[in-house]
């Protein structure tokens, strides 16, 4: 029996989506993920399950994935790294439908572009906030398209929970609402929209400010801004992958050759409307980017919106081709021009399992040493605390940073002999200005774990 073509498109649809979600499998076993931000989420959900009380892993909170962790904090890390996993595949799902709704005639390729750039593929393999929060986002685009604003408010709002910052999507989400409707239907649809966004985002944020009062709304900010070259390599190749990037800039230079079809894409007025939604969209997270450079992630909600306005804008040739390199840049790199199938996911896989045998080894160095050591652990200490269940291996403490002089004196007054791990002494300089081995603390002698690419070691 022959499918009709709507039931042929659910079906591949379906079959893309399975694609996906095999594609994150093979790599989830490996602990929470290479950013330390992954251990702080489990270790601040072990807790809520625990105690009930809610606990932020860091400020200003993110109450909806700390919840949602809690659920399998106890449970080995492939659990909740396969949960992030299946948003990944939500998120695939829902950015297919608008390019669908907005004429993308290659929407499936386009989506599965979207999934295999290196932010969102490596996003996808760990217990962080990244990708259920551009999942909500997106869901609420695809509710907005569907001129469904409560529900579009309700998703997004669902998303601030997970990542505040999801909430920036708001305005260009309105922006398209007063470019697609009559101007009286238009502010109702923003103000229900709106209503409904600020609604749940406040009673998401409620443990948070139960917990910590007026006083979450922090976010963290910088001693220093990082070196340009750093910032770069944070906002293109380590988002778009080195192949990616080079046909991003093929796409660039060919311009003139599409000019013509631009112009008449350009010419459809919803095509206008959702190219000013798209470029919206990016310049507020790349604007929130520069101004913290710290994570390739944080420029992750404007990638489905780079390839939206490129998918609309070009002809299919151009993004098809965009889309091939970007499906293969999480696994191609070159190096020295020769290149290697070592790219960013295998990369990452690498440094999990590094990081992984490093929290071991560094555990058992401690427990061998004499008297009582407090180790200067820096980044490693989310893993370390996870693997012990707090900050102490017998007599010996783990601490993350020593803040001043006058606290490095008060651990010798009190007896303690200092030890920082490796590259830890380099961290404790840049943030607090302190010369570790100058001071007296010796290096705990263990190997030095792969570090990620550009990390900030926090």
């Known amino acids: 029996m022959r499918l009709s073509a709507p039931a042929r498109e659910r079906l591949a649809l379906a079959l893309a989506a399975l694609a996906v979600l095999l594609t994150r499998l093979p790599w989830i076993a490996s602990g929470y993920g290479s950013d330390p931000d992954g251990y702080r989420v489990v270790i601040a959900a072990r807790q809520i399950a625990r105690s009930g009380v809610y606990e932020a892993s860091r400020l200003p909170g993110f109450p909806v994935y700390e919840y949602l962790t809690a659920l399998s904090a106890s449970a080995a890390p492939w659990v909740s ?13 829902c950015f297919a439908l608008i390019a669908r709704e907005l004429g993308v005639r290659q929407y ?12 969102v593929y490596l996003s996808s393999c760990c217990t962080m906030d990244y990708i259920p ?42 922006l398209w609402m007063l470019l697609s409707a009559a101007p009286r239907i238009a502010l109702r649809q923003c103000l229900v929209f709106g209503s409904t966004l600020l609604l749940v985002s406040v009673l998401c944020f409620l443990p948070v400010l139960r917990r ?4 979450f709304f922090v976010f963290y900010d910088n001693a220093s801004y990082p070196l340009l070259d750093v910032v770069y390599s944070r906002a293109l190749p380590l988002v778009w992958g080195q192949l990616g990037l080079l046909a991003l800039l093929a796409l660039l230079c060919a311009a003139p050759g599409y000019y013509r079809f631009t112009r008449t894409a350009l010419a459809d007025p919803r095509t206008r409307h959702a190219l000013a939604l798209a470029m919206v969209a990016i310049a507020l997270y790349l604007v929130a980017f520069l101004r913290l450079p710290d994570e390739a992630g944080y420029l992750l909600p404007a990638v489905p919106f780079v390839l939206l306005a490129i998918a609309l804008l070009t002809p ?41 045998r490093s929290t071991r080894a560094v555990i058992d160095a401690v427990a061998r040493l004499p008297g009582r050591a407090a180790i200067v652990s820096g980044w490693v200490l989310p893993r370390i605390t ?13 601490i993350y940073l020593v803040e001043d002089l006058d606290d490095y004196q008060h651990y010798r007054a009190d007896g303690w002999q200092l030890y920082y791990l490796p590259g830890v002494d380099l961290y404790e300089s840049q943030a607090h200005d302190l010369e570790l081995a ?7 002698a263990v190997p030095r774990e792969r570090q990620r690419s550009a990390s900030t070691g926090e």
Do not use: K
């Open 386 to 398: 996870l693997a012990l269940d707090g900050n102490r291996e017998g007599p010996h403490q783990f």
């Open 108 to 119: 499936l390729l386009i989506a599965l572009a979207f999934a295999m750039t290196p932010v």
């Open 438 to 444: 100058e001071l007296g603390a010796r290096e705990l």
């Open 133 to 174: 929060a551009a999942a909500l986002q997106l869901a609420a685009t695809y509710a907005v398209l569907r001129r469904r604003p409560l529900l579009a408010g309700l998703l997004l709002g669902l998303g601030v929970g997970c990542r505040i910052t999801a909430g920036a999507l708001a305005l260009p989400l309105c």
């Open 212 to 215: 910590y009062g007026a006083d």
């Open 81 to 93: 790294n396969a949960v992030t996993a299946l948003f990944s595949v939500a998120a695939f799902v």
């Open 316 to 356: 299919r040739w151009a993004a098809g081709t965009l889309a091939l390199a970007l499906m293969l840049s999480s696994w191609l790199v070159f190096d020295h021009g020769v290149p290697s199938l070592d790219g960013p996911i295998v990369e990452d896989h690498l440094v999990r399992e590094s990081q992984q």
